[in-house]
């Protein structure tokens, strides 16, 4: 399978391009660090164009959901296609529950991403959507597991199985986070 990864370089992308790659998938990385900033929707379409599997976790501004319309676009009615889109588990809340402007724009621009979802699943064709949230993952330098943070790599396989699970399972919707025992 052919997996267009955005923020392939760092974080859970990394972790999933990591796995993904192990398992013998082609990956196509798309991140600022080389060369695809998802604000350049075009350019960064023109390398997912061709894949099987689109899986949207980069983050800036808009860009995000943005991308997931032009994709879409670009793929709908292709039987076969997917697009997995990272959000976050802040989201469940009815405002941003981490104080900061910028904490609050994060929550608004997650928000947009999983409207545009539930939009887009209203036309009932291809590509498939999963909206996958993230609880507390260490995806930064100086956070750490196990709590309150899950690790990356951990959640990142417990997300692969769970896609993955059987031909005949679609998976729409998760939220996977920390197991707090």
Request: net charge negative; charged share 15%; with cysteine.
């Amino acid at each position: 399978m052919r997996i267009a990864i955005t923020g392939h370089s760092a974080g859970i992308g990394q972790a999933l391009a990591t796995i993904y790659q192990s398992q013998g998938h082609e990956i196509v990385g798309l991140s600022r660090r080389n060369g695809y900033n998802i604000r350049s929707t075009p350019k960064v379409v023109e390398q997912i164009k061709d894949c099987d599997m689109l899986i949207n976790n980069a983050q800036v501004g808009f860009a995000q959901t943005e991308l997931l319309f032009a994709v879409y676009k670009e793929w709908q009615g292709i039987e076969g296609k997917k697009i997995i889109n990272i959000s976050t588990l802040m989201t469940a809340e009815p405002f941003s529950s981490i104080p900061g402007i910028e904490m609050m724009e994060y929550y608004v621009q997650k928000k947009a991403l999983e409207e545009a979802i539930s939009q887009l699943r209203a036309l009932h064709t291809w590509p498939k959507l999963c909206l996958v949230k993230p609880g507390a993952v260490a995806t930064q330098p100086g956070q750490a597991s196990p709590q309150p943070y899950a690790d990356v790599t951990e959640w990142a396989v417990g997300l692969i199985n769970i896609i993955h699970a059987g031909p005949n399972l679609e998976v729409e919707e998760i939220s996977l986070g920390v197991n707090y025992q």
